[in-house]
């Protein structure tokens, strides 16, 4: 029952193909379509193509217009067809090439060939070689402007231009950014482009640690298709030299600007936070009843107050999230808060090894790190214990030379079994696992009550969908199956009721690595790997997908969410009793020859780690008293002898064994605070 095509017809002025081809087939519909891939299996972009039937004979027409729009917008697209009969696929064939030529369409991002690789008939839409260059330059503390050269020449009225400024998350990710402000180009020509940047309207969204960097794009807005292509500015050889400039900015308050040519030749920033020595410590004195400091602060600062933050590593950086607030007493030259001990790091919002940084707030001004001049001496500082609680604190200074405290925790002792629920991953579920390469006498001290597989916390919020048979798909294992079918069926929080469980043991992998797909009646999934690898996906009326291509907006939409389900899970588990594993991927490995290997893939796990830490930071400061399990500082790697195969997300043995002493030493600690 194969179809042919026979004939294909450009017509440059509708800007369509027209395909001509026979099938013995009943066409109810035709598709142009194509499945994308990078984290994991996109799902399949299909587009409805008009179609005439005559007796055997049938044409389809192909607008370019929707091509271009749903493109992949930086590498080339094969688009495919098939016929839709009795609600079966069947592709559209060749049995020899069919005459046609490439399409460059003046003032469109890709040009246009069909091919037929193996007889299948495949449309590429590859994006056009454009390159932009940056001939012209110049920073100011006020204005940024520059003029940029296309290689492709274009016409009136058919873009809009903007200057781009994407943030990496940090400078080692040079192909991932999160925060991005955009900023109008009025003057565009057939083949440059002029801009000027008042730097007074530079906000402080990109402001986000201490020294960011910036990279610059130029972004094209297709007016005819409403597409858009971001290209990084190339600099100029002429003008290499002149590009260098740091300069102090009037907005946001105390940043300075620098600009630089990177190792691929393209315009970036450091956006630094220049906010060092503006406050200063003054005198320092503590007892076991309360800590005495005093500040040299500008006197045009008002309403000041002594901040306290708790560092929350992001990767190789930190946030912060949860902090205290103390009230400062202002004088004439001088400035000075009293902290009780029975105040200090109250509410169980430590975490073991923990450093809380010291900052002065004011009306008007970005919170400002405490600097400590190289008179005052914390070097002989003790640690102290901290009010009811089972960790003790320093003040200390730390490597930029402001003032923080370091924190330890008290020493505790192993505990009894106990019943525990996850929710999660591979991450936190293998460790309660018999086989000897994790461990084999588990059951002695937990049992497992219920696992929620590979589920995202959208799905758990979400009505059940009854859609899908699953014994449609027998390539499934009986745990797959299971895993799947609980998404399907919701039921979390229900489930976690009636198990009567001591603890609950989370992770955010599935929200990490993955995406919620939203479907036609309003249901939420878990686009696991399972739906991927099965056809499950692409049988589904997808309306949504949340992916990872803009982590930034992933997180503002997942923060929604995680509050509701936050709010939920507090109403059955009280928060000490529940475990957030850290987790965090490896970018490394021991093969199978013993030898430590390093992943390929190394940025992109090291941008997943960066946006787990990011999910992790944000459920702690809704649950602060929540335990933790961190093992992101431990040496724990890869291994190709792992049971259930190799992969950055399956580590050596002794990870699953020492997650294990973990959990006995949390679930003891706790029961001997519950007891005292």
């Given at each position: 029952?194969?179809?042919?095509?026979n004939?294909?017809d450009?017509n440059e002025d509708?800007?369509?193909?027209?395909i001509?081809?026979t099938?013995t087939?009943?066409?109810d519909?035709?598709h142009?379509?194509?499945?994308?891939?990078?984290e994991?299996?996109r799902?399949?972009k299909r587009?409805?193509l008009p179609?005439?039937?005559n007796?055997?004979e049938?044409?389809a027409?192909?607008?370019?217009?929707?091509?271009?729009?749903?493109?992949?917008?930086?590498?080339k697209?094969?688009?495919?067809?098939?016929?839709?009969?009795?609600?079966?696929n069947?592709p559209?064939?060749?049995?020899?090439?069919?005459?046609?030529k490439?399409?460059?369409?003046?003032?469109a991002?890709y040009?246009?060939?069909?091919e037929?690789?193996?007889?299948i008939v495949?449309l590429f839409s590859?994006?056009k070689?454009?390159?932009?260059?940056?001939?012209n330059?110049q920073?100011?503390?006020?204005?940024l402007?520059?003029?940029?050269?296309?290689s492709?020449?274009?016409e009136?009225?058919?873009?809009?231009?903007?200057?781009v400024?994407k943030r990496?998350?940090?400078?080692a990710?040079?192909l991932?950014?999160?925060?991005?402000?955009?900023?109008q180009?009025?003057s565009?020509k057939?083949d440059?482009?002029?801009?000027?940047i008042?730097l007074?309207s530079l906000?402080?969204?990109l402001?986000?640690?201490?020294?960011?960097?910036i990279d610059?794009f130029i972004r094209?807005n297709?007016?005819s298709?409403?597409t858009?292509?971001?290209?990084?500015?190339?600099i100029?050889?002429?003008i290499?030299?002149?590009?260098?400039?740091e300069?102090?900015l009037?907005?946001p308050k105390?940043?300075?600007l620098?600009?630089?040519?990177?190792g691929?030749?393209?315009l970036s920033?450091?956006?630094?936070?220049?906010?060092?020595?503006?406050?200063?410590?003054a005198?320092?004195?503590e007892?076991?009843?309360?800590i005495e400091l005093?500040f040299?602060?500008?006197?045009?600062?008002?309403n000041c107050e002594l901040?306290i933050?708790?560092?929350?590593?992001?990767?190789?950086?930190?946030?912060y999230?949860i902090?205290q607030?103390?009230p400062?007493?202002?004088?004439?030259?001088k400035?000075?808060s009293i902290?009780?001990?029975?105040?200090?790091?109250i509410?169980?919002?430590?975490?073991?090894?923990?450093?809380?940084?010291?900052?002065?707030?004011?009306?008007?001004?970005?919170?400002l790190?405490i600097?400590?001049p190289?008179?005052?001496?914390?070097?002989?500082?003790k640690?102290h214990s901290?009010?009811?609680?089972?960790?003790?604190?320093?003040?200390?200074?730390?490597g930029?030379n402001n003032?923080?405290?370091s924190?330890?925790p008290a020493?505790?002792?192993?505990s009894?079994?106990?019943?525990?629920?996850?929710?999660?991953?591979?991450?936190?579920?293998n460790?309660?696992n018999s086989?000897?390469?994790?461990?084999?006498d588990?059951k002695r001290?937990?049992e497992?009550?219920?696992t929620q597989?590979?589920?995202?916390?959208?799905?758990?919020?979400?009505?059940p969908y009854?859609g899908?048979?699953?014994?449609k798909?027998g390539?499934?294992?009986?745990?797959?199956?299971?895993?799947v079918?609980?998404?399907?069926n919701?039921?979390f929080?229900?489930?976690?009721?009636?198990?009567?469980?001591?603890?609950?043991l989370?992770d955010?992998y599935?929200d990490?690595?993955r995406?919620?797909?939203?479907?036609?009646?309003?249901?939420?999934l878990?686009l696991?790997y399972i739906m991927?690898?099965?056809g499950?996906?692409?049988?589904?009326?997808?309306?949504?997908?949340?992916d990872?291509?803009?982590?930034?907006?992933f997180?503002?939409?997942?923060?929604?969410?995680?509050?509701?389900f936050?709010?939920k899970?507090?109403t059955?588990m009280p928060?000490e009793?529940?475990i957030l594993?850290?987790?965090g991927f490896?970018?490394?490995y021991y093969?199978?020859?013993g030898t430590?290997?390093e992943?390929?893939i190394k940025?992109?796990?090291?941008?997943?780690n960066?946006?787990?830490?990011?999910?992790?930071?944000?459920f702690l400061?809704k649950?602060?008293?929540?335990q933790v399990?961190d093992f992101t500082k431990k040496?724990?790697i890869?291994?190709?002898y792992?049971p259930?195969?190799?992969?950055f997300s399956?580590f050596e043995?002794g990870y699953?064994k020492?997650?294990?002493?973990e959990m006995i030493?949390?679930?003891?600690?706790?029961?001997?605070k519950s007891?005292?």
């Amino acid at each position: 029952m194969s179809s042919y095509i026979n004939k294909i017809d450009l017509n440059e002025d509708t800007q369509t193909w027209t395909i001509y081809g026979t099938t013995t087939l009943q066409i109810d519909e035709i598709h142009a379509h194509y499945t994308e891939m990078l984290e994991f299996i996109r799902p399949e972009k299909r587009i409805n193509l008009p179609f005439k039937t005559n007796g055997n004979e049938f044409t389809a027409t192909i607008s370019l217009v929707e091509i271009a729009k749903n493109s992949i917008t930086d590498k080339k697209t094969p688009w495919n067809f098939s016929i839709i009969s009795a609600g079966e696929n069947y592709p559209i064939e060749s049995d020899g090439p069919v005459t046609n030529k490439e399409f460059a369409p003046s003032n469109a991002f890709y040009q246009y060939l069909f091919e037929f690789p193996e007889g299948i008939v495949t449309l590429f839409s590859k994006p056009k070689e454009i390159t932009a260059t940056l001939a012209n330059f110049q920073l100011t503390s006020e204005l940024l402007t520059g003029e940029i050269n296309l290689s492709t020449p274009i016409e009136p009225n058919t873009y809009s231009a903007e200057i781009v400024l994407k943030r990496r998350p940090f400078s080692a990710l040079y192909l991932f950014h999160e925060q991005e402000e955009k900023f109008q180009i009025e003057s565009i020509k057939v083949d440059s482009a002029t801009f000027k940047i008042d730097l007074k309207s530079l906000s402080s969204k990109l402001l986000v640690d201490s020294n960011n960097v910036i990279d610059v794009f130029i972004r094209l807005n297709s007016l005819s298709t409403n597409t858009q292509h971001d290209f990084y500015l190339n600099i100029d050889s002429t003008i290499k030299n002149m590009i260098p400039r740091e300069v102090d900015l009037e907005t946001p308050k105390y940043s300075k600007l620098s600009s630089f040519v990177t190792g691929s030749n393209r315009l970036s920033f450091y956006f630094k936070k220049n906010y060092q020595e503006i406050v200063s410590l003054a005198s320092f004195i503590e007892d076991e009843n309360k800590i005495e400091l005093q500040f040299t602060i500008p006197k045009n600062f008002a309403n000041c107050e002594l901040v306290i933050k708790r560092r929350d590593s992001k990767a190789k950086l930190f946030e912060y999230y949860i902090e205290q607030v103390f009230p400062i007493k202002k004088g004439l030259i001088k400035s000075g808060s009293i902290i009780s001990r029975d105040k200090f790091l109250i509410d169980n919002v430590n975490k073991d090894n923990g450093v809380w940084d010291f900052f002065v707030r004011s009306t008007n001004n970005p919170d400002l790190p405490i600097f400590i001049p190289t008179n005052i001496d914390l070097s002989k500082n003790k640690y102290h214990s901290v009010f009811k609680n089972p960790f003790q604190a320093r003040i200390i200074r730390n490597g930029a030379n402001n003032l923080s405290i370091s924190t330890i925790p008290a020493s505790e002792q192993n505990s009894n079994p106990l019943k525990i629920a996850i929710m999660g991953s591979c991450f936190s579920r293998n460790a309660f696992n018999s086989k000897p390469y994790f461990n084999p006498d588990y059951k002695r001290f937990f049992e497992v009550t219920f696992t929620q597989s590979h589920t995202s916390i959208f799905s758990v919020l979400s009505e059940p969908y009854k859609g899908v048979n699953l014994e449609k798909y027998g390539n499934m294992t009986n745990n797959e199956r299971r895993t799947v079918q609980d998404d399907l069926n919701k039921g979390f929080f229900e489930k976690l009721e009636k198990s009567n469980s001591d603890y609950l043991l989370l992770d955010f992998y599935p929200d990490v690595l993955r995406g919620p797909l939203w479907l036609e009646g309003g249901e939420i999934l878990s686009l696991s790997y399972i739906m991927e690898q099965t056809g499950i996906l692409n049988d589904l009326p997808i309306k949504r997908l949340l992916d990872h291509s803009n982590n930034d907006a992933f997180f503002q939409e997942w923060t929604t969410y995680a509050d509701k389900f936050i709010e939920k899970l507090l109403t059955i588990m009280p928060a000490e009793r529940i475990i957030l594993n850290k987790g965090g991927f490896t970018t490394k490995y021991y093969d199978k020859n013993g030898t430590v290997q390093e992943y390929k893939i190394k940025m992109r796990i090291e941008r997943n780690n960066y946006f787990w830490d990011r999910l992790n930071n944000y459920f702690l400061a809704k649950v602060p008293t929540a335990q933790v399990i961190d093992f992101t500082k431990k040496p724990y790697i890869g291994d190709y002898y792992y049971p259930f195969g190799h992969s950055f997300s399956h580590f050596e043995s002794g990870y699953y064994k020492d997650f294990f002493r973990e959990m006995i030493y949390i679930t003891e600690r706790e029961k001997r605070k519950s007891t005292n």
